[in-house]
């Protein structure tokens, strides 16, 4: 299955790919519909970007569990991945990267809200 992939800077899904070093269209990381959806999702490159990382650091601590045989007979080691992926989580999540969003909620209703047509005190 082939998977849809594109690298321009100019565009969002680029600028992501980007930033998490997922330039190789041999082996990507994400389809640009995943990107796509991480961004509509998110609203912003910021507001993706944890989304982005999460599923990095699920692959990575997917992978850091099992355990391969190489040619050379090391067993790879993502722990230094899982730690840079965390610490890019936190920077995206809580720290100066962090998308800020407002929630309001109603306080109910005001003495001087204007009552439903049909509706007395």
Same mark, same amino acid.
């Given at each position: ?29 994400? /389809? ?11 609203? /912003? ?60 909620? /109603?306080?109910g209703r005001g003495p001087s809200d204007p009552l439903p047509p049909g509706?007395?005190?």
């Open positions: 299955m082939a998977v849809d992939f594109t690298y321009d800077l100019a565009t969002d899904i680029g600028e992501i790919r980007f930033l998490i070093s997922d330039t190789k269209a041999e082996a990507p990381a994400f /389809s640009d519909a995943e990107l796509a959806a991480m961004l509509t999702r998110g609203g /912003s490159i910021a507001g993706a970007m944890p989304k982005v990382i999460q599923a990095l650091l699920m692959d990575r601590a997917r992978r850091a569990r099992t355990y391969t045989r190489v040619e050379s007979g090391v067993d790879p080691d993502d722990a230094t991945t899982v730690a840079a992926l965390t610490t890019m989580l936190d920077l995206y999540t809580t720290g100066p990267l962090a998308s800020r969003m407002v929630r309001v909620k /109603s306080m509706v007395t005190r």
